[in-house]
């Protein structure tokens, strides 16, 4: 029997789905890899797995041969420039998008859907959590000794935005909810009534998780995501525009404004630390613009006053992908939006269109935390390009009907 007809059986199938749906769960509850140490044994058997039952589509090759090309030119370059790069950062990067591979199988996966359930416990998990550090300070303190001991997988803190003060817990792995969270949503308002019932309890999980974070940009997905719902929607419901659209515009405008108070909010330290970056990044490309040709190297070391020491990393992901790269940052810029042609051609499904707007999100805030370079971003990416396949797939399965 050989692999083609394999992938077919339903247990097969079942097989690689418990397999995928138990990596994302440890992918979430275990971002760090320093509790449960499963992350790397379930990605193995992942891969193994998916070499034995099935086919892989070596289409999306050179996009995952493009990234570790360019990861080997930026230490060439960094040893050609005699710059200092720490290995043990450099194997760590080759390490974190290792995800990518899976992408040779994505086309027999549904990522999205076998997201929900690992999505729905960590809701549980976060809330769980939450009110147990909040109604004792004993509890909090164990707690906070035990993420301390573990990589700091959940950063607690009490953080002061525009005068209020708010207690945060932020879960190094909140941004792999984002997308379950939008397909439920979605579903819960447009769905099949039968499982409202499952489906609104999932979305007041994940919206006190957002909520709850302490981070500005997760703290406002919620929000952001009901204005996409609203505009999404404008094409069912004609008439509507007239009223949908003056109300998409105040709240473009609300939103725009809360980013903009955050973000100069004066009693803020994390905003002095992060422009701190930019001017160091600045100050970094005019004594050396020929790093913005060939990269200075990943994991090599530049000075910034945001922490007023040497750093190999910020919270400016792009900016250091492009300080590691230089011009190429193309091919990491290419993984990121190569979906996005796939979303665009279905851009009038509502549903696609929400997917879409929380990628871009995804990116977004990805584009200010060290998210993207990491499992928990590659999930998110991998995730994206089952989306688009299932597209392309209804696309032609639609093509093929007769007229």
Sequence with gaps: MNRIKLDNIDWVKMGGNILFSLLVFIIMVDPTNSVLHLKDILFILLVGYNILFFKPDFSLLPLILGVYIALMLSLIFSEMQATHIDMVFFIGMLKAY???????????YDILKLSIAPAALMGVIITIIYIAVASSEL???FVYKFVSAHNDMIKMSERHFLGFKIYGMYYKSMVTLLL???????HLLYGNRRHRLGLALICVLLTFAFFTSGTRSTMLVPLALVGVLLFSNMNHYPRARYF???VAAFFCVFFLLILTLLASDKGESSNFVKYGH?????DLFTAHPEYLLWGQGIGTNFYSIGFHRMTNQTEWTYLELLRGHGIFIICFLILLLYPVRTFWQHRKDSMTFTLTACYFMFLLIAGTNPLLSSSTGMIIIVTAYSIAYRLRAKNATMNTLPQ
């Design 180 to 186: 379950p969270y939008a397909w439920c949503t979605y």
């Design 139 to 141: 509890i909090e303190f």
């Design 278 to 282: 930019l001017t160091s990044f600045a």
């Design 98 to 108: 290792a995800p990518l591979i899976l992408l040779l199988w994505v086309r027999h």
């Design 244 to 246: 949908i659209y003056p």
